[in-house]
C-alpha cells in the first residue's frame, strides 16, 4: 500500500494569543506537559504516518529544528519548510508541492487536539482510503461558529457551509484532513478568496462536486480541542492534566507511540528517557522502559 505523508501546519502569527506568541510560535507553547505540536504530531503518528511536513515561519524554523530534528529519535522522517506569509490552509499543499506531489496527504493543524477510544481505529479507516478526500465531523452546540458539514446516509459529505446563520447540521468540521494524490492541482486550481487566502474549504467543496468526499463522524468518546485562544488554551491542559494524573498515562507522547509501532526499540527509548530523566516527562519513558525490561 502507498504511504500517506503527514503535513503540520505551524505558521500563522497567533494573533489571537498575543502576547504570548510575540516572540514564539503558537504550536510551541506548552499544553500541560509537552509542546502543542506533540499532539497533531502524534495524530498522524497514530494514523500510522511517519513522514511528515511541518510549515512554519521564517523566525520559526530554528525552534521546530531544536524540537523536533530530524525525526530519527522516533523512527520518523520529519522535514521543515517556511511560509512567509499566512497565504490560507490549502497553500500548504503548493509550498510543500515537491513533498506532496503524487502522493496520499494528510493535513492537520497545529493547533487542534484528539482523543478518544475510537480515534486509532476512525484514523487508521481514513488513512486505508486511497481515492478521494475525508473530512471529519464533530457534533457542536454551536454550529455557528464553524465550517459546518451535511451529510447524507452513504457517508458522503452533501454540503459545507462556513460559520453558516441557519446551519444544516450540528457537525463541525475539524482540523484534520485525508487527501489522495489530486489535492495539489486542485489547491492550485482554487482561485483566493476575499481574503486572499487558498481554503481549504474551497478544495473540499472540489472533491465534494465529484461526490468523492467522505465524512468520519467522531462520536460522543473523542474529544477534539482547539487551543487557539487563551481560553481554550487552558482548557486543553487542564482536560490533558486531569486525564494523565487519573490514569498514570501520557496522551501524545511520540516515543512511546513510536515505541508501541515498533518504530524504536527499547534502546532508543531508553535514551529519550536518559536526555529528559529530570522531568515527570522523562520519568514516564522511564517506567515503559522498566516495564519492557
Known amino acids: 500500500m502507498k504511504q500517506r505523508k503527514g503535513i503540520i501546519l505551524a505558521g500563522g502569527n497567533g494573533s489571537r494569543l498575543y502576547p504570548i506568541t510575540l516572540t514564539i510560535s503558537k504550536q510551541l507553547l506548552p499544553v500541560y506537559d509537552k509542546p502543542m505540536i506533540y499532539y ?14 511541518v510549515i512554519t515561519t521564517p523566525r520559526d524554523e530554528d525552534d521546530y529544528m531544536r524540537l523536533l530534528s530530524d525525526g530519527s529519535q522516533w523512527g520518523m522522517d520529519i522535514h521543515i519548510r517556511t511560509q512567509d506569509q499566512p497565504r490560507g490552509l ?37 488513512n486505508q482510503r486511497t481515492s478521494g478526500a475525508t473530512i471529519f465531523g464533530y457534533h457542536v452546540k454551536d454550529p455557528q461558529r464553524y465550517g459546518v458539514v451535511e451529510h447524507g446516509a452513504d457517508g458522503r459529505a452533501i454540503s459545507l457551509e462556513e460559520k453558516p446563520k441557519n446551519p444544516r447540521s450540528n457537525y463541525a468540521v475539524t482540523g484534520l484532513y485525508f487527501y489522495d494524490e489530486q ?111
Open 90 to 126: 490549502a497553500d500548504a499543499f503548493i509550498v510543500g508541492e515537491s513533498y506532496v506531489k503524487d502522493q496520499l496527504t494528510c493535513l492537520i493543524l497545529g493547533d487542534n487536539i484528539f482523543y478518544g477510544s475510537g480515534l486509532v481505529s476512525t484514523l487508521k479507516t481514513a
Open 183 to 293: 489535492v495539489l492541482e486542485i489547491a492550485k486550481s482554487v482561485k483566493p478568496s476575499h481574503r486572499g487566502e487558498v481554503e481549504i474549504t474551497d478544495v473540499n467543496i472540489q472533491y465534494m462536486k465529484q461526490n468523492q468526499l467522505n465524512l468520519e463522524v467522531f462520536g460522543r468518546g473523542t474529544a477534539w480541542l482547539d487551543t487557539g485562544t487563551h481560553e481554550s488554551l487552558v482548557q486543553a491542559t487542564d482536560f490533558i492534566a486531569a486525564v494523565e494524573e487519573r490514569q498514570g498515562l501520557k496522551i501524545s507522547c511520540p516515543e512511546e507511540i513510536a515505541w508501541r509501532q515498533g518504530w524504536i526499540n527499547n534502546d532508543k527509548l531508553a535514551e529519550s528517557a536518559e536526555k529528559l530523566k529530570n522531568s515527570s516527562y522523562g520519568a514516564y519513558l522511564q517506567s515503559l522502559v522498566s516495564k519492557a525490561s
Open 40 to 53: 497533531p504530531l502524534a495524530t498522524l503518528m497514530l494514523a500510522g504516518i511517519r513522514e511528515v511536513l
